[in-house]
C-alpha cells in the first residue's frame, strides 16, 4: 500500500478515536480535563502520519466533536482545543521526523509538542476570556495545563511510544515514521 494512502488511513483512524475516545469519561468535563483522552490520537498522527496531517487532525477533531456531539462547549473551549491540537500534531510531527532515529526523540517529540500546545491553548483562552472582561491568571492557566491534567500528560507519555513501537516493530508505520 502507498505512503500516502496508509497516511491517510492512519489520520481518519485516529480521527475517529478523538471522536470517540471521550466517551469512556462518560463526557464528564471534569475527568475529561484529567485524562485528556482526545491528545492521545493526535499527537499520534503527528509521530505516526507527519506534521500537517497531525495538524489537519487536531484542528478538525474538538470542533467537529463539538458540533457533532456537544462537547466540548464550541466556545470558548473547543475552539481553544483545536489551536492547543493542532499544534500538538504539528510540532509531535515535526520534531519526530528532525530528531534521530533514537528511542528517546520520541519522548522529546512528545513532550514539546504537550509544551508548545498547552502554551498556545493558553494565550488563546487568554485572549477570548479578555474580550469578555473576564479574568484567566497564571494560576488559572498552570492548574488546567499542568496540574488537573498531570495523569493524563503521564498517560501520554507511556502509552504514544509503546504504540508506536508496537507498530514500527510491526511494520506498520509509514515509511518516512520509522
Not at 519522548?107 to 476570556?129: K, Y
Request: proline fraction near 7%; charged fraction near 10%.
Amino acid at each position: 500500500m502507498k505512503d500516502s494512502l496508509k497516511k491517510m488511513i492512519y489520520a481518519a483512524l485516529c480521527l475517529a478515536l478523538c471522536m470517540v475516545l471521550p466517551f469512556l469519561t462518560g463526557n464528564n468535563r471534569m475527568l475529561g480535563s484529567i485524562l485528556c483522552l482526545m491528545h492521545i490520537p493526535v499527537l499520534l498522527c503527528g509521530i505516526i502520519c507527519g506534521p500537517w496531517w497531525g495538524l489537519a487532525v487536531g484542528a478538525v477533531a474538538p470542533l467537529l466533536r463539538s458540533v457533532t456531539i456537544g462537547m466540548p462547549p464550541l466556545f470558548p473551549t473547543a475552539v481553544a482545543m483545536a489551536f492547543e491540537l493542532a499544534v500538538y500534531g504539528l510540532i509531535s510531527g515535526l520534531l519526530y521526523r528532525a530528531l534521530p532515529k533514537k528511542p528517546w526523540s520520541i519522548f522529546v517529540a512528545l513532550i514539546v509538542a504537550m509544551l508548545a500546545g498547552r502554551l498556545v491553548s493558553g494565550a488563546v483562552q487568554f485572549a477570548f476570556l479578555g474580550l469578555f472582561h473576564t479574568q484567566y491568571s497564571l494560576q488559572t492557566f498552570l492548574t488546567a495545563s499542568f496540574v488537573t491534567p498531570w495523569p493524563g500528560i503521564l498517560i501520554q507519555i507511556v502509552l504514544i511510544p509503546a504504540i508506536v513501537f508496537a507498530l514500527d516493530k510491526a511494520g506498520l508505520l509509514p515509511e518516512r515514521s520509522r
